[in-house]
């Protein structure tokens, strides 16, 4: 059986591959959804064309980072700290989500997504409370076509009433997930969102990583996002017992100190930054200026979409303005003026491209428009006023274009966008089941007579003695096989 081609036809390709560069006018072979050859002119005849004329041609962006499933209740938190998001949405919204309200929540937000011109993402999924809900977060982002990197999360949302007997069932039902989705290769693949290290027994997390391990699972673990606990550290004591690795990504690590960073470094960890939830949640300065100190490729993340927006050029604008702003503030305080921004808008677009891909262990299938890759790519340009005049092409991607902006959308080799229409979905339906589905959350919310957000007084307090509970347990572990505390 022939191949089925397609040829993306005279656009501004950016491969986002240094060895191949740029093409002002540039054509793209794809077939059978990998890309074939990148070329200033492809003599091609017997393909599907897809005219990029006056568009630029660029690799689909990266999330490392994302709880899609709060899709449904998008900006509920534009007013909360990150102990207004604990208690009211890990705790208040999470209880009242169906089954069904995740596979639609993910379904949503990844139709999302892949509109704003992203087509991967990890999906960092913690609302499995009971196994018909874990289905449902799979179902979710495999309805919706994108290409995603699936961690499953082991969160107890209703402490004292869990649907599981306890968290041994809880990595039972990591692996039934595991069996049930991920034998065979496709645009899934499987990963675990590791519960915040001290917020559970020590003895739990190593299950959660073993389990990771076993399966060859991508690692996701928030971390370092708060100041003056030992909740989500927990870096020096995994490093002690010799339990960090390249397959973990790292989401925030704000509050870590340069040993922490080291040991990342030196274990090849993968660093996530969110900068709009970490700006206005209070989670401390974005970390672009660590990651270069200590080697470490930043990629980015839209993290609590019920807060910001699923669209990751917002995160990419605000990453640069705040990566250059940890440079040239310390010349402006020492009473001059900087020679040079220091960093491109095209290093910035790596972020999401390149290293996010690396990040999730990918990086030899997607992240840039290199012959052998698979196809996902986004057309970016059409009629607005803020993609003319285009004078320079990654100053275009990064300070002017929108979600609208991005016209077609190729995943795998399929379009899934087409001149700013999505081709395999009902929108009308699927925002007005959006909207129904968020009314009966928040209606359920409201009959159990919670108030959000509703964060008791001296919260942190309590989980604070707790987790210093947890975190000895991790001390002690190290001890008892003989390692240096
Ligand atoms: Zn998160």
Redesign the pocket.
Known sequence: MSAHRTVVRNGHVLTMDPALGDFPAGDVLIEDGEITAVAPSLPVTDAEVIDATGHLVVPGMIDT?R?TWQSLVRGICGDWTLADYYYGIRLGISPNYTADDVRLGNLYGAVDALSAGVTTLLD?SHCNNTPDHSDGAVNGLQEAGIRAAFCYGFFESSPGQSKFGGHADRVADFHRIADKYFAADGLLTLGVSLSELFGLPWADTAAELAAAREREALLVN?AGCIFGSVLCAGITEMDTLGLLGPDMVH??CNAFDDSEWDAIARSGGKVSI?VE?ELNMGFGRPVFDRCARHGIKPTL?A??VSLNSGDLWHELRFGLGCARADRLVPINLGGAMPDSVQITAREAFDWCTVNAADALGLGDRIGSLTPGKRADLLLIGGPALEQHPRVDPYATLVYQTTAADVRTVLIDGQVRKRDGVLTSVDLPALTSAADAASDRILGRVRAAGRALPGTPPNAWAGIETTAREFHEQAVQAGKNRGLPS
């Open positions: 980072h709880h960092f928030h989401v925030h969110s939830t993340s993290d609590v």
